[in-house]
């Protein structure tokens, strides 16, 4: 089961050397898993990374390249799509623009509106069997779209990507508030976080260091839990994106975290929350920290 996942939503603009340089540091710190999106930057970023593997070929089979596919960025709408034939599409022009044979893992990026399962189930059979993908998942969709798809699906819906941060968590949060009046009991996951655990689709958990708009990490908008990330930092020896991580991977429903930095030095950082243990008593600590109250 992963633990972390590199995220290269930002790489558009680095250097070869800088790509290899950030898949060797992840590589060192036992993370080989590697996040992309046809819409980022454009398709840029996949491109980019095709470029560092072809200069290395050795390390494709080091890594699982994950990509996802389904939002339509285009002059004339923007719109998501789910259809077959635009997905299977989009498998065949991301793993183009990566110069690489197969897609180890591809995750549909958002639920269309007009989804059909079966048609979906469809392009999912065709890129299995056609070995241009190994595993499927999504990302942005809830527990019964999950469920929907995959009393059509053969393969197994094995990833579910969702944002779930100290600042963003819903999903966990209602669980404790069950039944309850307040804004926190209002039922935003649909069941989400249940339905994963239950059927083994790990939980991919985007923007793991974003607040409102930027990294919640030193904003002095939320003094009580920068103040507590930095006594824990430095009661555990690391930064405190370790903490924020750790948090995350304190979860039972084995949590995977993606990374979104492009720094090196910051990957060997976060890479050290996979041998902390918060106690629970710190784990509650950091979600009060936000606010928040148990009923």
Known sequence: ????????????????????????????????????????????????????????????DKIIIQTKGGIVKDLSCHRYDNSANYLIDCVHKSAKRLGVEKIDRFLIH?????????????????????????????????????????????????YNQVRVSIYHCPMIEYGMNYNRFNDAGVNRDGGTLDYCRLN?????????????????????RYPKLNNLLKDLSFKYEVAPNAIAAAWLLKHPAGFAVINGTIRPERVEQIAKAKDINLTRGEWYELYHSMGRVLP
């Open 200 to 220: 083994g689709v790990q939980i991919q958990c985007y923007s793991p260091y974003k607040g409102k708009k930027k990294s919640f990490i030193s904003d002095l």
């Open 1 to 60: 089961m992963d633990r972390f996942i590199q995220g290269c939503m930002r790489i558009k603009d680095m250097t070869t050397a800088q790509i290899r340089e950030l898949i060797d540091a992840n590589l060192a710190n036992d993370i080989n898993v590697f996040d992309h999106a046809d819409i980022y930057g454009g398709g840029e970023c996949e491109s980019a990374f095709g470029k560092a593997l072809k200069e290395a070929p050795q390390l494709r």
């Open 110 to 158: 958002r639920p269309d509106a007009l989804f059909n399962p079966d048609e979906t189930a469809k392009a999912f059979d065709k890129l299995h069997s056609e070995g241009l993908v190994d595993e499927f998942g999504v990302s942005n969709f809830s527990g019964s779209q999950i469920a929907l798809l995959s009393v059509s699906c053969k393969q197994k819906i094995k």
